[in-house]
């Protein structure tokens, strides 16, 4: 038990081992982004110069304040004896007011909502990327029954595997992470270092004629809002990886997605494409050799991605039981280690709304 906590107490210390775990635990959902955001932005909408600048600037803001203003800034200083989520910022506030549980609980529910959605989207877009492979482009379509099944298959199997606890790979999950960021962060650079005029994209400016000037630009506030999809982990998992670690770390990651995405809008300026159609810009910046390389490390990343949801799910679930806010149902320890849980009516509920 000693051992644990000074293990514990090491981790929540600034270092490299410290850096690495975080990456693993938090990083999943909001590193996975790249994936889908861009898009979603652009859907089927004529590619102009307006609509890829002023994507980029609203993901960098959106990223700038809602990301590292709102949860690194200053949600972080609102530690519970050093623990983070939602219960645990009702527990530091219900005094001051009884109908707090309200939002505590509409919070908590839009977490669950975020474990439902991310899986099936992320895991999709790594899945998807295939078409860009010659010999299975009429195989691997977006939406045909193929891809549906793989992607329910990878999704199922996750899901069945979470009762014997995730206490092996869990080990990997750093690794993997860095190699995924070292990767998206590369490949960005490459195409922002062709087409450096794309770094004006920073200007707020950009930002606000789209959503002011550009037909229905506001409603892409919908699509951009999905780069910091999984943001509350860095609070919800303050008590798991300590505030510097997570501070230090998101600096990597920022740098990281915010090339990427500027990288990806290079390239398509580039091409001087009317539409996007089915092209999938994140994958457009890997050379064809690649393709299946970074296919198979985004598979991986999203696979994740979905665990740290899932497992996160879980404990905010035990935390809701413990304060009466959900029914008391079966709650399993599957390894000895410290804070993970199964909770096997849980499990089903989220792998009926990622299937469905």
């Not at 494409?273 to 050379?287: I, Q, S």
Request: glycine share 10%.
């Amino acid at each position: 038990m000693k051992t644990e906590l000074n293990s514990s107490k090491h981790l929540h210390q600034l270092s490299v081992a410290g850096l690495l775990v975080t990456l693993g635990i938090i990083y999943g959902d909001i590193g996975t982004s790249p994936l889908y955001v861009f898009r979603s932005i652009l859907g089927d909408r004529p590619i102009s110069e307006e609509l890829v600048y002023g994507g980029i600037s609203c993901i960098i803001w959106t990223l700038t304040l809602q990301t590292t203003f709102k949860y690194v800034l200053l949600t972080l200083q609102a530690d519970n004896k050093g623990e983070g989520g939602i219960f645990s910022l009702f527990a530091l506030v219900r005094r001051y007011a009884k109908w707090i549980y309200i939002p505590a609980i509409v919070g908590a529910a839009t977490l669950l909502a975020d474990g439902i959605i991310t899986p099936p989207i992320s895991v999709a877009s790594a899945v998807e990327g295939l078409n860009g492979i010659h010999s299975l482009q009429h195989t691997i379509v977006p939406g045909n029954a193929i891809t549906i099944g793989i992607v329910v298959g990878i999704i199922s199997l996750l899901f069945f595997f979470q009762r014997f606890g995730t206490k092996v790979v869990g080990f990997a999950f750093g690794p993997i992470m860095l190699v995924w960021f070292s990767m998206i962060f590369l490949l960005g650079l490459l195409q922002v270092w062709h087409h450096p005029g794309i770094i004006n994209a920073i200007n707020p400016y950009y930002g606000i004629k789209l959503l002011v000037n550009y037909p229905h630009g506001f409603w892409l506030l919908g699509a951009v809002f999905l780069c910091t999809t999984g943001a509350e982990a860095l609070y919800s998992d303050l008590g798991h990886c300590g505030k510097k670690n997570i501070q230090v770390s998101w600096l990597f990651v920022k740098i990281a997605l915010i090339f990427n995405y500027m990288g990806q809008g290079a390239w398509l300026l580039s091409q001087h494409e009317t539409y996007l159609g089915n092209t999938n810009p994140f994958y457009a910046l890997m050379p064809h050799w690649f393709l299946l390389i970074g296919i198979i490390v985004a598979t991986f990343a999203t696979i994740i991605a979905s665990q740290a949801l899932i497992s996160g799910s879980f404990t905010l679930i035990s935390e809701a039981i413990s304060m009466n806010f959900w029914p008391r149902v079966t709650v399993k320890y599957p390894t000895n280690v410290k804070g993970q849980i199964y909770i096997p009516s849980l499990n089903w509920i989220l792998w009926i709304g990622c299937v469905g």
